[in-house]
């Protein structure tokens, strides 16, 4: 995906193109995540979609949820929503600063493990 060791760094326009293209893979993967969540919540705990917005944001944010579940299925999927919106922030940032990990250890000539 990345050149190689041996190929000089790519131009800038092209690593800020690149960079482009991550954030918004990342937006995707946040936006499809956010989406679930509320869906989770509006099925779940009957909640307008105004609140089921921010206790799946505020879970994907890492800050928890604004109301607690009340049913027994919603404290199931909070509990798995907790846990997948923590994978989730750990993903979205790899996703971010992998090209620019990835350029300063190419710029240093730096060896990538095969």
Same mark, same amino acid.
């Given at each position: 995906?990345?050149?190689?060791?041996?190929?000089?760094?790519?131009?800038? /326009?092209?690593?800020?193109?690149?960079?482009? +293209?991550?954030? %918004? #893979?990342?937006?995707?993967? =946040?936006?499809?995540? *956010?989406?679930?969540?509320?869906?989770?919540?509006?099925?779940?705990?009957?909640?307008?979609?105004?609140?089921?917005?921010?206790?799946?944001?505020?879970?994907?944010?890492?800050?928890?949820? /604004?109301?607690?579940?009340?049913?027994?299925? +919603?404290?199931? %999927? #909070?509990?798995?929503?907790? =846990?997948?919106?923590? *994978?989730?922030?750990?993903?979205?940032?790899?996703?971010?600063?992998?090209?620019?990990?990835?350029?300063?250890?190419?710029?240093?000539?730096?060896?990538?493990?095969?």
């Amino acid at each position: 995906m990345y050149e190689s060791k041996r190929h000089r760094p790519i131009p800038r /326009v092209r690593f800020i193109r690149r960079l482009l +293209g991550h954030f %918004f #893979a990342a937006m995707s993967l =946040l936006a499809m995540s *956010l989406f679930v969540g509320m869906a989770g919540y509006e099925y779940f705990e009957h909640l307008a979609w105004r609140d089921a917005f921010i206790n799946a944001a505020m879970l994907l944010g890492g800050m928890g949820p /604004v109301n607690a579940p009340e049913s027994d299925g +919603g404290k199931i %999927f #909070a509990g798995l929503y907790a =846990l997948y919106a923590g *994978l989730v922030f750990l993903i979205v940032l790899a996703i971010i600063f992998t090209p620019v990990i990835h350029r300063v250890l190419h710029t240093f000539h730096w060896e990538e493990s095969e």
